[in-house]
C-alpha cells in the first residue's frame, strides 16, 4: 500500500506516521529525515541540501526526486510505504506517479492533515526548544509556513481530482486524530481487496 501524508508543518505528521506504520506495517520514507542522515554523515547531498533547510526552503526537485527513486529501488519497499514529506510540489507529485506507473504501481491514498497555521506555528517553536532542531525557528518557520501555502498546497487538488483525498482535522487529540486516519485506511484496504465489479 502506498500512501502520501501532506500537512502543514507541525501538524503532526511524524507522530501520526509512527502510529500509521505500526498499524499498516509497511516502511517509511521521510525526505526529511533522509536528508537530516545525509547530512549528519556530512555526504555532498546533505551538505548541498542543508543550505535549503536551513533556510526553511525546498530542496530543489530533482535532487530529492533522484534520492526518493534510489531509496525506492530497495528491497524494503516492494510492499509499499508512508510517504511523509513528499511530495512537496506538483513537479515532485508528478514525477512519483511516473515512477510509480513504470513499476505498475501508484499512490493508493492521499491523507491531508489539516489545521489552523496560527496553532502550527505556536506547536513548531514548542517542538524548536525541546528538540533543538536546527531547522526551527521563528524566521524559518514563517518561511517553511509560506512554502507550504504556495508549493504543496496545490497538490490537495491535484490528488482530489484523483479522487484519492482524505482530509483529516489535526487538531484534535492523537488519538482522536488517529482514528479518522485509521478509518481512512482501512477503507482504503478494502476497497484495494475486493473483487472488480
Ligand atoms: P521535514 O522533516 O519533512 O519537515 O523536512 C525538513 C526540511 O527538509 C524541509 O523544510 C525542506 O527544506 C527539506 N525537505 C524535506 N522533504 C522535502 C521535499 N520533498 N522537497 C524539498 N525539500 C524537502
Given amino acids: 500500500m502506498l500512501i502520501v501524508f501532506i500537512g502543514p508543518p507541525g501538524a503532526g505528521k511524524g507522530t501520526q506516521a509512527e502510529r500509521l506504520l505500526k498499524h499498516l506495517g509497511i516502511p517509511h520514507l521521510s525526505t526529511g529525515a533522509l536528508l537530516r542522515e545525509a547530512r549528519s554523515k556530512d555526504s555532498p547531498l546533505g551538505k548541498a541540501a542543508a543550505e535549503y533547510t536551513d533556510k526553511g526552503r525546498l530542496v530543489p526537485d530533482g535532487v530529492v526526486i533522484k534520492m526518493v527513486e534510489e531509496e525506492l529501488n530497495k528491497p524494503a519497499y516492494r ?30 491514498l492521499v491523507l491531508e492533515l489539516r489545521a489552523d497555521e496560527a496553532v502550527l506555528v505556536a506547536r513548531m517553536l514548542k517542538r524548536a526548544i ?15 509556513m509560506a512554502v507550504y501555502r504556495n508549493q504543496t498546497s496545490p497538490l490537495l487538488r491535484y490528488y482530489g481530482e484523483q479522487g484519492k483525498l482524505a482530509s483529516i482535522d489535526a487538531l484534535g487529540s492523537p488519538d482522536e486524530v488517529f482514528g479518522q486516519i485509521r478509518t481512512q485506511v482501512d477503507e482504503c484496504r478494502q476497497q484495494n481487496s475486493a473483487p472488480a465489479p
Fill in 79 to 108: 510492499r509499499g510505504c508512508l510517504f511523509d514529506g513528499f511530495p512537496r510540489t506538483l513537479d515532485q507529485a508528478r514525477a512519483l506517479d511516473e515512477l510509480l506507473a513504470r513499476q505498475g504501481s501508484a499512490v493508493d
Fill in 130 to 144: 525541546e528538540q533543538n532542531r536546527t531547522d526551527d525557528n521563528q524566521a524559518t518557520i514563517a518561511e517553511r
